[in-house]
């Protein structure tokens, strides 16, 4: 038969035309098995198994799979040698891949994929790269976290407010930096006129500490002080069932030392020491009363990391329960390492909230009434001899306030639907904010005090006599803003402890010592 052209076009038969099919199909499948061969460095190419001149091998296994399924469990393989597991290998390898494969390398598409999905889980919930520690840590509501510059901070969930031990969801919170002696834990408890209050804490980092445990309770042990000169049975219960929860954490670890203290309600108190004589006998805990220099200068201690380098002078007060210590700070030149040496002046005045609110009423106070608090505490200022403060420039002086009221008023600045004491421990404050707080405060009723989530009841009937005794401070050392402190005594305790046994200066030389 003659082409069109004028060639000879050739002559096939059936079993010839039988053969091309089955070569157009035998080719369709090589080029797809070829494709599963490409690696990402010769895409295009298709390099079959055999030598030149041989008919290239199917691509399968020993069980027969075809190469489409191999490639699965390739994939699956690799995952899997990423947790440690062996990587099945394939009957034949080709091109660059083999070749990678025969050098213990990696084909840079596995790189790829590896880099695409580090950090995530494997296939048995392992991470696929070993996650780095974090130093982060939790802590307790209304107490102190992580010390920064000697100051823990624990997480404030309200819990204490109600009268129930705080949790430490605190420090999600955070883990403790690696130090040398993780056995090494101190304890410091402050009994009050209106709460109870334990840390438990590790040192860290120089100057800072984190805590283990922290428990807080409002006992009421000064309600009834001010009119019988005693402390009531009722109170005395609460405060010796706060008591226990404390000895029982004390008694579950291995304290290196420890510091016990009662303030005002004890020092006030006819019955103060047969009080801690009973609490002796029923806890086995010692008590120490301290006096109200001694309060000034720990609450100082407890909150020096808020003082900045910048600052030359400072009003420092804690407003308690049954007193409220003021602490005049003048830091020159030289500023020593310790801030309570920088006291120049300080004063205890015998009245806080628990005494101040039974004296004048804390439920229904009217502005009239908030006027004659104010002015009950400034008569007490009257007679505190103390040099003006002179400011050189803005930011040379301000106020640092540590305690419920000024924590509150914080809380209720920000509008937080819940306390946290992250969101309130250092926060600064307008004097026109505060100002205006103790406005909205006052103009609340007692229901309406009680339902805010920052005050709660077992303070709706304290806070307006704390912000009169703070309203009387204000009067009397004018100041642009001040700072928010929550924390106090146990912080104090806490940083002269482990400052007295030098354990800072140990770490660090131990530090020194495996550097080299």
Same mark, same amino acid.
Not at 53 to 65: I, K, S, T
Not at 230 to 242: C, G, N, P, Q, T
């Given at each position: 038969m003659e082409d069109p052209e004028g060639g000879v076009k050739p002559q096939f038969d059936g079993a010839s035309a039988a053969g091309r099919k089955d070569g157009k199909k035998s080719r369709r499948r090589k080029g797809k098995r070829g494709g599963q061969t490409r690696s990402a460095a010769h895409p295009a190419s298709h390099e079959l198994s055999g030598n030149a001149g041989q008919p290239a091998r199917p691509m399968e296994d020993a069980a027969g799979h075809p190469a489409r399924k191999r490639k699965r469990r390739r994939r699956g393989g690799h995952g899997a040698s990423q947790e440690g597991a062996p990587q099945p290998q394939p009957m034949e390898q080709t091109g660059v %891949?083999?070749?990678?494969? +025969?050098?213990?390398?990696?084909?840079?598409?596995?790189? *790829?994929? +590896? *880099?695409?999905?580090?950090?995530?889980?494997?296939?048995?919930? *392992?991470?696929?790269?070993?996650?780095?520690p974090s130093h982060i840590q939790p802590q307790e509501n209304r107490a102190e976290e992580t010390a920064r510059a000697a100051v823990p901070r624990e997480m404030q969930n309200g819990a204490g407010r109600k009268g129930r031990p705080e949790s430490h969801a605190y420090q999600g919170d955070r883990q403790a930096p690696e130090h040398a002696w993780p056995e090494e834990l101190y304890a410091a408890l402050d009994l009050g006129t209106n709460n109870c209050r334990l840390l438990i804490a590790q040192p860290t980092r120089p100057g800072q500490f984190r805590v283990v445990d922290a428990f807080s309770r409002i006992v009421r042990l000064g309600e009834g002080l001010a009119a019988s000169g005693r402390l009531s049975d009722e109170a005395m219960e609460r405060a010796i069932e706060a008591l226990r929860v404390c000895a029982s954490k004390l008694r579950n670890r291995e304290i290196r030392r420890m510091r016990l203290i009662a303030t005002e309600a004890c020092r006030q108190a006819v019955n103060g020491e047969e009080f801690l004589g009973r609490v002796v006998a029923e806890t086995g805990l010692e008590l120490e009363i301290i006096d109200r220099e001694t309060e000034a200068r720990l609450a100082v201690s407890g909150c020096s990391s808020l003082v900045s380098r910048e600052t030359r002078s400072v009003v420092l007060f804690d407003i308690g329960g049954g007193s409220s210590e003021i602490a005049v700070i003048r830091i020159g030149d030289n500023r020593f390492s310790r801030l309570a040496n920088h006291i120049t002046h300080w004063t205890s005045l015998p009245v806080g909230v628990v005494t101040l609110s039974e004296r004048h009423g804390g439920r229904d106070v009217t502005p009239e009434l908030f006027e004659g608090m104010v002015r009950e505490v400034e008569g007490m200022l009257g007679s505190f001899d103390c040099p003006e403060i002179e400011i050189v420039q803005t930011g040379d002086f301000h106020l640092i306030g540590t305690s419920g009221t000024v924590t509150t008023l914080a809380g209720v600045h920000l509008d937080l639907p819940r306390y946290d004491r992250r969101k309130v421990d250092g926060i600064w404050l307008s004097d026109d904010e505060v100002s205006?707080?103790?406005?909205?405060?006052?103009?609340?009723?007692?229901?309406?005090?009680?339902?805010?989530?920052?005050?709660?009841?077992?303070?709706?009937?304290?806070?307006? %006599?704390?912000?009169?005794?703070?309203?009387?401070?204000?009067?009397?050392?004018?100041?642009?803003?001040?700072?928010?402190?929550?924390?106090?005594? +146990?912080?104090?305790?806490?940083?002269d402890m482990m400052a007295d046994d030098g354990v800072w200066r140990r770490n660090r030389n131990r530090r020194g010592q495996r550097a080299k």
């Amino acid at each position: 038969m003659e082409d069109p052209e004028g060639g000879v076009k050739p002559q096939f038969d059936g079993a010839s035309a039988a053969g091309r099919k089955d070569g157009k199909k035998s080719r369709r499948r090589k080029g797809k098995r070829g494709g599963q061969t490409r690696s990402a460095a010769h895409p295009a190419s298709h390099e079959l198994s055999g030598n030149a001149g041989q008919p290239a091998r199917p691509m399968e296994d020993a069980a027969g799979h075809p190469a489409r399924k191999r490639k699965r469990r390739r994939r699956g393989g690799h995952g899997a040698s990423q947790e440690g597991a062996p990587q099945p290998q394939p009957m034949e390898q080709t091109g660059v %891949a083999a070749n990678a494969a +025969r050098d213990g390398g990696d084909s840079p598409s596995s790189r *790829r994929n +590896r *880099r695409k999905h580090r950090g995530k889980r494997g296939l048995q919930g *392992r991470p696929l790269t070993s996650a780095k520690p974090s130093h982060i840590q939790p802590q307790e509501n209304r107490a102190e976290e992580t010390a920064r510059a000697a100051v823990p901070r624990e997480m404030q969930n309200g819990a204490g407010r109600k009268g129930r031990p705080e949790s430490h969801a605190y420090q999600g919170d955070r883990q403790a930096p690696e130090h040398a002696w993780p056995e090494e834990l101190y304890a410091a408890l402050d009994l009050g006129t209106n709460n109870c209050r334990l840390l438990i804490a590790q040192p860290t980092r120089p100057g800072q500490f984190r805590v283990v445990d922290a428990f807080s309770r409002i006992v009421r042990l000064g309600e009834g002080l001010a009119a019988s000169g005693r402390l009531s049975d009722e109170a005395m219960e609460r405060a010796i069932e706060a008591l226990r929860v404390c000895a029982s954490k004390l008694r579950n670890r291995e304290i290196r030392r420890m510091r016990l203290i009662a303030t005002e309600a004890c020092r006030q108190a006819v019955n103060g020491e047969e009080f801690l004589g009973r609490v002796v006998a029923e806890t086995g805990l010692e008590l120490e009363i301290i006096d109200r220099e001694t309060e000034a200068r720990l609450a100082v201690s407890g909150c020096s990391s808020l003082v900045s380098r910048e600052t030359r002078s400072v009003v420092l007060f804690d407003i308690g329960g049954g007193s409220s210590e003021i602490a005049v700070i003048r830091i020159g030149d030289n500023r020593f390492s310790r801030l309570a040496n920088h006291i120049t002046h300080w004063t205890s005045l015998p009245v806080g909230v628990v005494t101040l609110s039974e004296r004048h009423g804390g439920r229904d106070v009217t502005p009239e009434l908030f006027e004659g608090m104010v002015r009950e505490v400034e008569g007490m200022l009257g007679s505190f001899d103390c040099p003006e403060i002179e400011i050189v420039q803005t930011g040379d002086f301000h106020l640092i306030g540590t305690s419920g009221t000024v924590t509150t008023l914080a809380g209720v600045h920000l509008d937080l639907p819940r306390y946290d004491r992250r969101k309130v421990d250092g926060i600064w404050l307008s004097d026109d904010e505060v100002s205006a707080m103790q406005a909205k405060l006052l103009s609340w009723d007692f229901d309406s005090r009680a339902a805010n989530p920052c005050i709660g009841p077992d303070r709706a009937d304290l806070v307006l %006599a704390g912000c009169a005794i703070l309203e009387a401070i204000r009067r009397r050392w004018p100041s642009p803003r001040m700072r928010v402190a929550d924390r106090g005594l +146990r912080e104090g305790l806490l940083t002269d402890m482990m400052a007295d046994d030098g354990v800072w200066r140990r770490n660090r030389n131990r530090r020194g010592q495996r550097a080299k």
